[in-house]
């Protein structure tokens, strides 16, 4: 009877610590964990808000809390880390861009993200303001 052949088996261990750009995507994706969490927070807020005034008081003063402060700043943070690094992938999922015969360079589609970004975020907290 002969032996059966010995298959490969490759080490899995750590494997996105051999890169930064591992450690980045698994970082990235990671923040999707909080996205989704500051979704079901508002989607708690919306429950409260159809409960009724009491209840929509209620979570409007838990927004006030230390613990609201701490998760609403962490929640920007990793929305913020998440916005950069796609759009530091952007300029590698457009199509190449030309402008006037010349390709246009990665950092420039990045900082016009970056800029388009910005001003969307600063009309948005205008009519916040002016608003609400």
């Not at 700043?73 to 190449?96: E, G, N, R, S």
Request: aromatic fraction near 16%; proline fraction near 8%.
């Amino acid at each position: 009877m002969t032996p059966a052949p010995k298959t490969y088996v490759r080490p899995m261990n750590r494997w996105w610590m051999r890169h930064p750009a591992y450690r980045r995507y698994l970082l990235r994706e990671g923040t999707s964990v909080m996205v989704a969490a500051y979704a079901l927070f508002l989607l708690a807020g919306m429950v409260c808000l159809v409960l009724g005034e009491a209840a929509f008081n209620l979570w409007r003063g838990f927004l006030q809390s230390p613990v609201s402060v701490i998760f609403h700043l962490a929640a920007l943070a990793a929305f913020a880390f998440h916005a950069w690094t796609w759009f530091k992938v952007m300029p590698l999922t457009t199509p190449p861009l030309r402008f006037r015969g010349r390709p246009v360079p990665d950092r420039m589609i990045f900082r016009a993200a970056l800029w388009a970004w910005g001003i969307a975020s600063l009309v948005l907290l205008v009519l916040a303001m002016r608003f609400l």
